[in-house]
């Protein structure tokens, strides 16, 4: 079956980076994009980008370019997502999500999520 | 670009009809996705361009989207039912690509 299966939590300071993974199985892992969204306290969801296993193209969220980077290893089947600068409001859970096929665009599998906690 | 409003709680009591709206400036020309999530859990697809469901959901939930409003209808609420649910679109002109709506917390009473 379809797993999405993320890295354990974080505690970062501020000024920080961190860098969560996503290792897919039970389909091809070339075959579907792979999305980034999290959800700080209380709060709702938020997309912050987007990679093609295939080719390792990435976009992302206008307000976090320059400050996050997904990476993909093909050999593993496992997306990164690095965020540098942390700032404090960026303690939130991050999921992994998969696109449908085809630029459907939505998602029909979600990790589990990674917390990130920054604080001094 | 896309500004998605939800209410942000609705109350239904066991075996009524929780309407759940989504609105955006003719959102009726998009597809709409609506995702469940449970307290403490990942999200969870229910519904997939405005009325389809993913296999494994029951029939009790239900989407339309027509000119500025979309909406998720659980039929016979359970108590199982209690949730944030979120609807998405995608917006390539959004800073944000892929757009969701703040959420609406469903309560069974």
């Known amino acids: 079956q379809v797993q999405l299966v993320q890295s354990g939590a974080e505690v970062k300071k501020p000024g920080a980076s961190v860098k969560v993974s996503c290792k897919a199985s039970?389909?091809?892992?070339?075959?579907?994009?792979l999305h980034w969204v999290r959800q700080a306290p209380g709060q709702g969801l938020e997309w912050m980008g987007i990679?093609?296993?295939?080719?390792?193209?990435?976009a992302y969220a206008q307000g976090l370019q320059g400050r996050v980077t997904m990476t993909r290893d093909a050999s593993t089947s496992t997306v990164y997502m690095e965020v540098n600068s942390l700032r404090y409001e960026d303690t939130a859970i991050y999921y992994c999500?998969?696109?449908?096929?085809?630029?459907?665009?939505?998602?029909?599998?979600w990790g589990p999520g990674t917390l990130v906690t920054v604080s001094s | 670009s896309s500004v998605l409003t939800q209410p942000p709680s609705v109350s239904v009591a066991p075996g009524k009809t929780a309407r759940i709206t989504c609105g955006g400036n003719?959102?009726?020309?998009?597809?709409v996705h609506w995702y469940q999530q449970r307290p403490g859990q990942a999200p969870v697809l229910v519904v997939y361009?405005?009325?389809d469901r993913p296999s494994g959901i029951p029939e009790r939930f239900s989407g339309s989207n027509s000119g500025n409003t979309a909406t998720l209808t659980i039929s016979r609420v359970e108590a199982g039912d209690e949730a944030d649910y979120y609807c998405?679109?995608?917006?390539?002109?959004?800073?944000?690509?892929?757009?969701f709506g703040p959420g609406t917390k469903v309560t069974v009473l």
């Open positions: 999500a998969r696109e449908s096929q085809g630029g459907t665009s939505y998602f029909d599998k």
């Open positions: 039970g389909y091809t892992f070339a075959s579907h994009s």
């Open positions: 990679i093609y296993p295939s080719t390792g193209g990435t």
């Open positions: 003719d959102i009726g020309s998009k597809s």
């Open positions: 361009d405005d009325s």
């Open positions: 998405q679109v995608w917006d390539g002109s959004s800073d944000h690509f892929y757009v």
